[in-house]
């Protein structure tokens, strides 16, 4: 059976076993087990609406619970374990791992990454979206440098892998020191530390989008009267921009911050298609999985780190969605 | 606004220059990619793609034969037309490998040991050597090649690189990771934002939480896990972690929509005595569309787009290879110095959801907004 067949079965099954899930136990709560019929039919009812969530919860929750919660618990136990698994070496993973260059390396890289992608991203998102706020064209443009998003990780490599190129007939960077009289070509990919910073701006490029699309809607948000008071009051349009409307749009900017940030700690499409992590540009997800298939409890010990330090971003998530619902 | 006490016309020009120039340098790289899908491999080295809608110089070296010499007071000539019946326009010549192209077109070339070679423009040449000529003598010259697009490229990559199944492999993985997790969530959804119960709250600060759990930290345990129950690296696999891992995102867009559904239809339905699965199936299904299609279409991108999950889940044989392991793992290495081909093969792999994006892009930007401005 060719897989897209086996798709297409599976598709029906899934979408088939999930209506009937849903219908058939609701239906044997309200006929069956609760019927709203007897000697106390309201009890029953009462009785039937307390149980109805659950099932409606249930696949989702489980679902969840298998693929999200246990692994957390999961990967943690594992990377407890030697390499084949089989001997309890407690934090001996974590030992080696801390004293390894490679992980020394792709910590600092990471680093980098945090430090520079969000920061990055969300300015040119704020930047084009104020530009074009007022554009009559600006819709194109927006959708434009929006357009990025759409492509894969591995597309965007590529795209980026023949800008660097190294040569000047073929890659932008070194055409452009041709032109500007450079002799040789250069493998920018291969200049230690900064060659960092080439990856992270495909990565700046593809997240630029994101960061605009919400910026401008939040742009748009703000309230006339407070520009128009601080024009009238004679402030320039720098002024309006950073002293007005910054100031009111700061929680989205939060928001967009942190939602790239967790997106660079995800990211190892990029450092995996353009270096290999060779050339110092290992960063931990690229890290993680050059220990994958190899030593697991290396790469769960790995995992678990990028797990902690996603972990204040977690809990500060959590706690703005339980004030907003107050 | 801007335009208040005269600012406008200057300013207006900073910030119509400045918009162009982020937009092209936003566009040029994807653009380059696309110009040189459609150049062939020696195009692509020869020059440029921003030079591509020009004529490229391209060197080459033809072999004389010695066969033909005629003798000329104490010279042996040999003269005829180094395109040999063909057509093309010489630019530079040489007739020595260490300097190919020594010579402009018209001129005489003086070698080594009293050896001369004039070519003319049209291809026309003439050799001249005080000795007896016996091997055949070399000579090597510059045309200029007209422009050339072709698909020769996706032709190749499509039909001898195996992409086609890579593509249809996508296509599998895609579809039932999209539509199922739709499904679950609605429901999940529907019970977190109409539904009263104990742990409600509790239950939606989990799955924000669970928003941000990174992949990695299912990799391990879950492919553990597939092996056991048998499964193992396979298709299913790779729908059933897809759908786990979508279902944070898609059960908070599609509550924090069904929220915002007036509560007056749902209250008023109830009253006239719907259950909630008829509420469900009846109103508020319908009435999300907007949101399931935002959710849709992000998960959509998000699996077609997807390597490391590929990667795990998937079987590492080339028969189940996904577009991007496709690439990463085969085309980077095998050719990696084919332009061309790697440049079809992205365009290949990122067509679709460009087509997706640009036609649902309102429901992509009302999903994102759903997603995190709230």
């Keep these: ?326 | 606004m801007d335009n208040i006490a005269g600012t406008k016309s200057s300013l207006s020009w900073a910030v119509n220059i400045s918009v162009i120039l982020l937009v092209v340098i936003w566009l040029i790289p994807t653009v380059g990619l696309l110009v040189s899908s459609f150049r062939d491999r020696d195009q692509i080295s020869a020059s440029g793609w921003w030079l591509s809608p020009f004529a490229v110089e391209q060197n080459f070296q033809a072999k004389i034969p010695a066969g033909e010499v005629k003798q000329d007071g104490d010279f042996f000539v040999i003269e005829g037309n180094i395109f040999s019946g063909g057509e093309g326009e010489v630019i530079r010549f040489g007739g020595a490998r260490s300097n190919p192209t020594a010579n402009a077109a018209g001129e005489t070339a003086e070698l080594t040991r009293d050896r001369s070679l004039t070519v003319q423009t049209n291809g026309d040449f003439v050799y001249r050597s005080p000795k007896e000529i016996k091997r055949d003598p070399s000579v090597y010259y510059s045309t200029a090649t007209p422009p050339e697009f072709s698909l020769d490229n996706y032709r190749t990559i499509l039909f001898s690189n195996n992409m086609d199944i890579a593509f249809i492999n996508t296509l599998t993985v895609t579809i039932p990771a999209t539509i199922i997790p739709i499904l679950i969530a609605a429901f999940a959804a529907y019970a977190l934002a109409w539904m009263d119960f104990a742990g409600r709250g509790l239950l939606i600060a989990i799955v924000v939480g669970l928003l941000v759990v990174p992949l990695q930290l299912a990799l391990v345990p879950l492919l553990q896990f597939h092996n056991k129950i048998g499964i193992g690296q396979s298709f299913l696999g790779i729908w059933m972690a897809h759908t786990g891992f979508g279902l944070p995102l898609a059960i908070y867009l599609l509550r924090n929509y069904m929220v915002g559904l007036p509560r007056d239809i749902i209250e008023s339905a109830k009253v006239d005595g719907a259950t909630d699965f008829q509420v469900f199936t009846k109103i508020v299904l319908p009435l999300s569309f907007p949101a399931l299609a935002s959710f849709a279409i992000f998960q959509f991108l998000w699996t077609w787009n997807d390597l490391l999950v590929a990667k795990v889940f998937l079987p590492s044989n080339s028969e189940s290879w996904v577009m991007t392991v496709k690439i990463a793992d085969d085309l980077l290495g095998s050719r990696g110095g084919d332009w061309g081909i790697l440049a079809g093969a992205a365009f290949i792999s990122i067509a679709v959801p460009l087509i997706v994006f640009f036609t649902m892009q309102r429901y992509l930007v009302r999903g994102l907004l759903a997603g995190s401005v709230k």
């Excluded at chain 1, 619970?65 to 993973?93: K, M, T």
């Excluded at chain 1, 007939?169 to 493998?187: K, S, V």
């Excluded at chain 1, 990919?189 to 060659?195: A, D, G, I, P, S």
């Excluded at chain 1, 190892?268 to 190899?294: A, C």
């Design chain 1, 1 to 326: 059976m060719s897989p897209l067949v086996q798709g297409i079965v599976t598709v029906i099954i899934g979408v088939g076993g999930c209506v009937g899930y849903f219908f058939l136990s609701n239906l044997i709560l309200d006929k069956v087990i609760f019927p709203a019929r007897g000697d106390n039919p309201g009890v029953n009812i009462n009785r039937a609406n307390l149980v109805r969530p659950w099932l409606f919860l249930l696949p989702a929750m489980g679902a969840l619970g298998l693929y999200l919660v246990y692994p957390v618990v999961g990967s943690f136990w594992r990377s407890l374990y030697n390499r084949a698994g089989d001997e309890f070496i407690g934090f001996g993973n974590y030992a080696t791992m801390f004293s390894d260059d490679g992980f020394q390396t792709a910590l600092f890289n990471n680093f980098l990454w945090v430090l520079v992608v969000p920061a990055s991203a969300t300015f040119f998102g704020l930047l084009v979206a104020q530009l074009t706020d007022r554009l009559r064209w600006g819709n194109i443009a927006k959708s434009l440098i929006f357009m990025p998003m759409a492509i894969s990780f591995v597309g965007a490599s590529l795209i980026w892998k023949f800008v660097y190129a190294n040569n000047a007939d073929i890659g932008l960077i070194n055409a452009l020191r041709d032109f500007f009289g450079a002799q040789e070509p250069l493998d920018v990919l291969q200049v230690r530390f900064w060659n960092n910073f080439f990856l992270m701006f495909i990565l700046v490029w593809i997240q630029t989008g994101f960061a605009m699309v919400i910026l401008s809607a939040a742009l748009r948000g703000i309230p006339e009267e407070t520009i128009e008071a601080a024009i009238i009051d004679g402030a320039n349009p720098f002024q309006v921009f950073f002293k007005i409307k910054v100031p009111q749009i700061m929680g989205t900017i939060v928001v967009v911050w942190t939602t790239i940030t967790i997106l660079v700690l995800k990211v190892f499409d990029i450092v995996y298609t353009m270096t290999g992590g060779n050339f110092g540009t290992e960063i931990l997800p690229s890290y993680m999985m050059s220990y994958m298939f190899r030593d697991d409890g290396r790469a769960t010990a790995v995992a678990f780190v990028i797990m902690i330090i996603v972990l204040p971003v977690m809990i500060w998530n959590i706690r703005q969605a339980r004030a907003e619902m107050r």
